[in-house]
């Protein structure tokens, strides 16, 4: 990388790393490609982290585990990096592969395209058993912040606890991964699948003064962003909601163009518009 790239990841790292110790909560949406990263970059959004989820639906794939692999993760992050002068960091799905040293590599590739920031979730992929044992798991975070620290910016890595959304429902071993997690020197902490405010409020104490992440999306989720900060979370991830909000859009405007009707138009961006969002 030139200088002149490493000094603008090595600010837009900086930045990154303050927004999360900054007080209070701050939203970062999940845009899918260049294009969702044009827009959201014009409403005055401070950071972004991609979608595995958002990308496969682009390629027109379901997502899923290994269904999308490292290159393609990484090539669609540069396109948004190259899109925003604001920090991007990525979903890294389990970090491509099972050892600690893909998961190492994963980061120093990631690094490598830009990127200030990453999360590495122990979910296996394999839906017999889906999440990696205990002590593999803390390996992994741990080789994964080894190459995170050996950057020469701060590169913010996120861990995740995946137990939620694979159906073993035990909050305590979710913590006890953590808490472990934030001992390896994970900079952020993240449990998809937490719903209810008492469940947020005892990661959020379990890991403290580690940041934690809580994604929304999912519907019946009635939190407000207002009860989450006084619930002491940093950090405000969509996942694939933007993504599936816009692939709604499109389908309902299809369905209705395949009934002979057209009125969607009047609900969509002007042509002058985008031209000039995408212009910038």
Known sequence: MSSAINNSQYQKAEVFKALQGRDGLFIIPNPWDAGSAKILTGLGFEAFTTTSAGLAYVLGRPDGHALINRDETLDNARAIINATHL??????????????????????????????????EDATGNDRDPIYNFELSVVRVKAAVEAARSLPFHFMLTARAENMIHGKIDLQDTIKRLVAYADAGADVLFAPGLKTREQIREVVKAVAPKPVNIVLGAAGFDI??????????????????????????????????SQGSYGFVNDAVPYSELNKIFGK
């Open 87 to 120: 920090p991007v960091a990525a979903d890294l799905e389990n970090g491509f592969g099972d050892t600690p040293e893909i998961c190492a590599e994963t980061i120093l590739a990631a690094a490598g395209v830009g990127l200030v920031g990453g999360s590495i």
């Open 224 to 257: 407000s962003f207002n009860e989450l900060a006084d619930l002491g979370v940093k950090r405000v991830s969509l996942g694939s909601a933007l993504a599936r909000a816009a692939l709604g859009a499109f389908q309902r405007a299809a369905v209705e163009l």
